[in-house]
Nanobody, 128 residues
Framework: QVQLMESGGGSVQAGGSLRLSCSASRYTSGDYWMGWFRQAPGKSREGVAA????????AYADSVKGRFTISQDKAKNNVYLQMNSLKPEDSAIYYC?????????????????????WGPGTQVTVSS
């Protein structure tokens, strides 16, 4: 079980940057897949990026490739999402999520049901 808390959201103009942080308080050992998801008003929640703490494998949604970078600091139990070249369509509530162990067989990293622990979210607003 993991308790997660996001920070770093805010308002920025298009083309700007933000860095989101996710602080994890862990109560069980082992490696996790750590993911960033987002949900815009009237839309379903979608996966943005994820990282496998054990292997370092990283995955991104096509819409953010080349603009967003996920990283981790295992010593601090933190995961980050560096967001550059932000667009108005990036506006959403961003959530940090954790999944213990390997991904479910046959499921992609962005299948959110496999992530059992979620943070409360942080708002990102990008104005044009």
């Amino acid at each position: 079980q993991v308790q997660l808390m996001e920070s770093g959201g805010g308002s920025v103009q298009a083309g700007g940057s933000l860095r989101l942080s996710c602080s994890a308080s862990r109560y069980t050992s082992g490696d996790y897949w750590m993911g960033w998801f987002r949900q815009a008003p009237g839309k379903s929640r979608e996966g943005v990026a994820a990282i496998d703490e054990g292997s370092g494998k990283i995955a991104y949604a096509d819409s953010v490739k080349g603009r967003f970078t996920i990283s981790q600091d295992k010593a601090k139990n933190n995961v980050y999402l560096q967001m550059n070249s932000l667009k108005p369509e990036d506006s959403a509530i961003y959530y940090c999520a954790a999944h213990a162990g390997p991904l479910w067989v046959g499921y992609s990293w962005n299948y959110e049901d496999q992530f059992g622990d979620w943070g409360p979210g942080t708002q990102v607003t990008v104005s044009s």
